[in-house]
């Protein structure tokens, strides 16, 4: 068994199969608001540049540069922008339908639920560092069916700081009345999840599905939620 008592996960591409419901999500959306006459494209083309403008925003919003409330309906914005149209309504309605539709899809990632399972047999205390929004997250954890796993919900809105910086992760720490030799951090993003863990003492477990090269030195990488149990039960 691993010397660890408190395991503390990501929520979005470790638990909750982020880019699956966000997919399922905007096709709807897509769908409803006829966007494949309206900008003449078709919606892998439209998902497509969805992805990368998302990413940008999320990155402007990690770093304190772009509000909550901006990041909404901006990153609809700059993807409508790019197949010729500056509609701010329309921006605005498809961020308040996505955040309305995104969270009431139930796909996890694979081994989520068998996992949660033999670690709450085995006794360990487990919680959530996210830097989704606070309503939004509690939301896919209920709908999903993985909230009863889970004593601490912490969200970066919650914690007043995103991942990476080390006070979210000691708030995180304090709040579970755990320290960070007996805790694990597990997580999808290496410099998010896994280096800010890393820095307030945290053990670290990173979930690296495709293999993504690195050059840091952490305490396990896993390519599968399953990996995870049998390295826990060589400890």
């Known amino acids: 068994m691993l010397d660890s008592s408190h395991l503390f996960f990501d929520l979005d591409r470790t638990l909750w199969d982020f880019d699956t419901n966000s ?3 905007l096709q709807e959306i897509f769908q409803s608001e006829e966007l494949e006459a309206r900008l003449n494209t078709k919606f892998n083309k439209f998902y497509s540049q969805y992805v990368k403008e998302n990413e940008l925003c999320w990155d402007d919003y990690r770093l304190g540069v772009m509000s909550k409330e901006d990041l909404r309906f901006e990153r609809f914005l700059r993807t409508l922008k790019q197949f010729n149209s500056s509609d701010k309504d329309l921006a605005i309605k498809m961020g308040d339908l996505y955040v309305a539709k995104s969270p009431m899809k139930t796909a996890l990632i694979d081994g989520t639920k068998e996992v949660l ?3 709450s047999q085995q006794g360990y205390r487990m919680h959530i560092i996210t830097n989704g929004f606070e309503e ?3 939301i896919k954890l209920s709908n999903s069916g993985i909230d009863k796993y889970f004593e601490e919900i912490i ?5 007043g700081v995103k991942k990476p910086h080390e006070q979210i992760f000691l708030y995180s720490l304090k ?3 755990a320290h960070p ?3 694990v ?3 999808d993003d290496l410099p998010v999840d896994i280096l800010g863990a890393k820095s307030v003492g945290m053990k670290q477990v990173y979930f ?3 293999g993504i090269p690195h050059q840091e030195e952490i305490t396990k990488e896993i390519k599968s939620l399953k990996e995870m149990l049998a390295w826990i039960e060589g400890h």
Request: proline fraction near 4%.
């Open 117 to 119: 399972d033999v670690l």
């Open 185 to 187: 951090m597990i997580g």
């Open 136 to 138: 939004i997250q509690h």
């Open 23 to 25: 997919q399922l999500a």
């Open 181 to 183: 030799h007996d805790s």
């Open 175 to 177: 709040l579970a009345n």
């Open 155 to 159: 969200t970066s809105e919650r914690a």
């Open 208 to 210: 690296n599905p495709e």
